[in-house]
């Protein structure tokens, strides 16, 4: 029997049995250190079901979590030389980048994807601590530059989620300059008339507080979160005195107000929706967006207001051509907006100038429908106005599908 127990019996269960290993079941909350079961924390959304903490995500988790029915797509970001100062500290720039690689599976610290969030469609930036504490060099730069690009083509909302410890130091001055162009990126949004909206997560800290991350139409924080420019302890040994008791997280920010609202991450998607209601102007029913047709002022090419699905990426680069055109006039320095009513977002009252340029759009609509065709009835054959609204109207179907 004990030969039986002590070799025979082992090499059995070593052949058919494979133990599951803890590790993948369970982890610690870093704030109260109960132990959670990793499926329960999926569903939570990765909240502590004991204290309440909210962990920090992955971009894949943090968007499974955002989106409609979870169904987004990541988008394309630029590559980069790796490493052009060829910096080395106590190890190899190439080889931590190499190792954020393999440990998050992402190329760099910003994911950006697109879905909709309430039914409506958004482009999402999201950074990520666990690849070199989300540290904003070229890479992450470039990446809210193209979600601002992206956001400004498809005329949809901006939302951007940091976490970072700040600039990425091994990239020196190219990770500073990243400052003064992501704020850039964020102008560009602006002056398209579109919502961007920031949820602050933790943490949020250095450049990044400094530039993209402040800057919401409405700033959002987790609970709990921290969010500053320099760290606690240097503040405390420059003005030797003791901090207050929660400094730099997202409550007290809120109290000071450098915070709008402070939202569980259970509620976040609903709030985010809401907010982006009364951002964007509402969403008309399709009569009314058939409506110009009639009068003759812009006519509707038949059959483009009522796209479905099916010609949701011909819509999408209808109105990005229609966009395109705009930012050209715009670039002769008569800066033209598509007429307001069009619009399914409201232009920032605080831009001089923007209101009456829908007026212009509507002019040229005008103009430009005699010469290609009659102004009521009939689909005219091209001319930038109706090209415009029919990309819109079927944009707008896009979003109610
Ligand atoms: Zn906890």
Known sequence: MSWWTRSVLPKIRSLGIKRESTENLWQKCTSCGALLYNNDLEEQQYVCGN??????LAPQQRFAGLFDDGGWRKLDLPAFSEDPLRWRDTRRYVDRIRDARNNTGEPEAMVVAEGRIGGRTCIVAVQNFAFMAGSMGRAVGQALLTAADRAVAIRAPLIVFPAAGGARMQESILSLIQMPRTVLAVQQVREAGLPYLVVLTDPTTGGVTASFAMLGDVNIAEPGALIGFAGARVIQQTIREDLPEGFQRAEFLLDHG??????HRHALKERLALLLDHLCQPERPAEDAAAPAKAGKAPAPKGKAAAGPGKKE??????VEADEAMTVVGLAGERKQPADAELDIP???????AAPAGADAAAGAKKAAPKDGPAEGGPPEGGEAPKANGGRAAGKEDRKG
């Open 314 to 319: 011909k819509a999408g680069l209808q109105t």
């Open 347 to 353: 232009a920032l009252p605080a831009e001089g100038g």
């Open 258 to 263: 450098m915070v709008d609202m402070v939202v």
């Open 51 to 56: 204290c309440g903490h909210h962990l920090r």
